[in-house]
């Protein structure tokens, strides 16, 4: 059963600060996805990652992979206060249904 | 196309009824999936369509719930006989898988609390 790790679950950051969520994931799969969600929202796509070495980047955030590690990276660079939501990372069945399995998610608070 | 719909947006419902919710996903897209999320976790897959058939169905899909997709359109998620431990969040995403890339765009949900 594949499962999606994110670590830290709470993040409490200052503005102008970077800082790193991790994804862990256990089975091999080579689409990562990163969502956000903001309080009593929908979930927004920010980025998909198709193969190793992977690294996309919008605005403040960049997203990384490296599918041997099974670990999937979202930076944040000189952290704004609109960026404050919950972050997700999902992970893609490789048996073309592409149902997501997802991350428990990492709650971003930017501190003015 | 003004992205996934769906209704209604909160649903109150006593222990043992039925409650049924729809999702419009977006008019192109031929996948279309169900998930649940509760508070503090992250969504988790509940069922799946491409078209109007229904392909795959997670285990947490006891038999109190059914899904449908009549026409390949909008879909409805039934649960019959509510419980308390129904009480969540329920997304609906829908997709048009284009290669390697299907990326799931979410609807804001349903949130459905059981008394």
């Known amino acids: 059963e594949l499962k999606v790790e994110q670590n830290p679950l709470f993040l409490s950051m200052q503005e102008g600060k970077n800082y790193t969520i991790y994804c862990n994931y256990s089975t091999t799969s080579d689409r990562l996805y990163w969502y956000r969600q903001d309080p009593g929202k929908s979930l927004e796509s920010l980025f998909v990652l198709l193969s190793n070495g992977a690294v996309k980047q919008e605005g403040r955030l960049m997203a990384s992979l490296d599918t041997k590690a099974r670990l999937s990276t979202l930076h944040i660079t000189a952290a704004v206060h609109d960026l404050s939501a919950t972050y997700f990372c999902?992970?893609?069945?490789?048996?073309?249904?592409?149902?997501?399995?997802f991350g428990t998610g990492t709650r971003l608070t930017i501190i003015p | 196309d003004t992205g996934v719909s769906q209704n209604p947006r909160h649903k109150i419902t006593k222990r043992g009824q039925n409650v049924t919710f729809r999702c419009d996903p977006i008019s192109e897209h031929n996948r279309l999936y169900w998930y649940r999320q509760t508070l503090g976790q992250g969504p988790e897959f509940l069922t799946y369509?491409?078209?109007?058939?229904?392909?795959?169905k997670s285990r947490l899909l006891s038999d109190r719930f059914s899904a449908e997709r009549p026409k390949g359109s909008f879909s409805t998620l039934e649960i019959q006989r509510t419980e308390q431990g129904d009480s969540a969040m329920y997304l609906c995403a829908s997709s048009l898988a284009l290669g390697q890339v299907n990326i799931q765009y979410f609807g804001a949900g349903t949130r459905l609390s059981v008394l």
């Open positions: 369509f491409q078209n109007e058939a229904q392909l795959e």
């Open positions: 999902a992970v893609g069945s490789n048996f073309g249904n592409e149902k997501l399995t």
